[in-house]
């Protein structure tokens, strides 16, 4: 089992950049492909970024390619999303999740692991 803690959001103006980060318990880390998914108010959970657990294959969800960046560091049980060119349509609780598959998956059900969210807000 794997605990997962993000932290890193906070309010930025458009066009500004954050990087999350997520922080997960346990030995096992490198067992894991973690995803980044994200939830506005009123609409459902969606994808954001996938990284198997070696970090050799990333996904990205259309809306984000070439903006947003996700990486690991498998020695410090570490995850993360840099987000650059943030747009107001990214404002959401952004959520780390892990699963015991080998890569990355897109949908929600195929995670076994979930932290509990950190609040970006894009505003002027």
């Known amino acids: 089992q794997v605990q997962l803690a993000e932290f890193g959001g906070g309010v930025v103006q458009p066009g500004g950049s954050l990087r999350l980060s997520c922080a997960a318990s346990?030995?096992?880390?490198?067992?894991?492909?973690m995803g980044w998914f994200r939830q506005a108010l009123g609409k459902e959970r969606e994808f954001v970024a996938s990284?198997?657990?070696?970090?050799?294959?990333?996904n990205y969800a259309d809306s984000v390619k070439g903006r947003f960046t996700i990486s690991r560091i498998n020695a410090q049980n570490m995850v993360y999303l840099q987000m650059n060119s943030l747009k107001p349509d990214d404002t959401a609780n952004y959520y780390c999740?892990?699963?015991?598959?080998?890569?990355?998956?897109?949908?929600?059900?195929?995670?076994?692991?979930w932290g509990r969210g950190t609040q970006v807000t894009v505003s002027s």
């Open positions: 999740a892990a699963t015991l598959r080998f890569t990355g998956p897109q949908t929600t059900a195929e995670y076994d692991f």
């Open positions: 346990g030995r096992t880390f490198s067992s894991y492909a």
């Open positions: 990284i198997s657990r070696t970090g050799a294959s990333t």
